[in-house]
């Protein structure tokens, strides 16, 4: 059964980090790219960070350059985002996306709230 597990979101004051996870199983996600996406009230969801399979190469969407990482560790099939420096607009839910030709899997989403 593919599942993707998001963890790690929770409520945090602005200027604070969060570093999200990803785990995926079921599927081996090495061969996927991997997607952060966000979707906040009233908003359409949004690309946040992308990685290739190997990991070389990472996009960022321009409100959160500079302040989110992602990474990723095929071994344990987990990818993370490291948000820092988190503001009021990245509050949002948070979800985890693997891509690789016609396949395509999401995750639940986990809740970021950035607030004080």
């Known amino acids: 059964q593919v599942q993707l597990v998001e963890s790690g979101g929770g409520l945090v004051q602005p200027g604070g980090s969060l570093r999200l996870s990803c785990a995926a199983s079921?599927?081996?996600?090495?061969?996927?790219?991997m997607n952060w996406y966000r979707q906040a009230p009233g908003k359409e969801r949004e690309l946040v960070a992308t990685i290739t399979s190997a990991g070389g190469s990472t996009n960022y969407a321009d409100s959160v350059k500079g302040r989110f990482t992602i990474s990723r560790d095929n071994a344990r099939n987990t990818v993370y985002l490291q948000m820092n420096s988190l503001k009021p607009e990245d509050t949002a839910v948070y979800y985890c996306n693997a891509r690789w030709v016609m396949a395509d899997y999401w995750g639940q989403g986990t809740q970021v709230t950035v607030s004080s």
């Open positions: 079921g599927f081996s996600s090495s061969r996927y790219r």
